[in-house]
C-alpha cells in the first residue's frame, strides 16, 4: 500500500523559509513524477510544484523563483524548499504520487504578516 507522510510545515513569518518534505513508501517512487499541491481556507486545491521521474520540474507562476522541489530517490523522499514566504502562501500543503493519485495527509504552513 502506498503511504505519502509530509512533515516540516509550520509558523514562519513573511520573508522566512521553510522546507517541507514527503516521505513514500509502497511504492517504486523513483519512477513517478511527485507533486505538490496546497489549500488555503475557503479554496481549491491548488497545484504548486512538480517532478518528474527524469527530474524535470514545474511551477506555478505564483511560486516560480522562491520554491524549489527535489527528490532523494535513495530516501525515497519528495521535498519543497519555500523561500521567501507570503502570507498568501498560508494552505494545507499535500504531496502526490501522481500515477495512482496518491496523497499525504497534509502539513500546515501559516505565514504571519
Known amino acids: 500500500q502506498v503511504q505519502l507522510v509530509e512533515s516540516g510545515g509550520g509558523l514562519v513569518q513573511s520573508g522566512g523559509s521553510l522546507r517541507l518534505s514527503c516521505a513514500v513508501s509502497?511504492?517504486?517512487?523513483?519512477?513517478?513524477?511527485m507533486g505538490w499541491y496546497r489549500q488555503a481556507p475557503g479554496k481549491e486545491r491548488e497545484f504548486v510544484a512538480r517532478?518528474?521521474?527524469?527530474?524535470?520540474?514545474n511551477y506555478a507562476d505564483s511560486v516560480k523563483g522562491r520554491f524549489i522541489i527535489s527528490r532523494d530517490n535513495d530516501k525515497n523522499t519528495v521535498y519543497l524548499q519555500m523561500n521567501s514566504l507570503k502570507p498568501e502562501a498560508t494552505a494545507v500543503y499535500y504531496c502526490?504520487?501522481?500515477?495512482?493519485?496518491?496523497w499525504g495527509q497534509g502539513t500546515q504552513v501559516t505565514v504571519s504578516s
Open positions: 502526490t504520487q501522481e500515477y495512482g493519485d496518491y
Open positions: 517532478i518528474r521521474s527524469t527530474g524535470s520540474k
Open positions: 509502497g511504492s517504486i517512487f523513483r519512477l513517478y513524477a
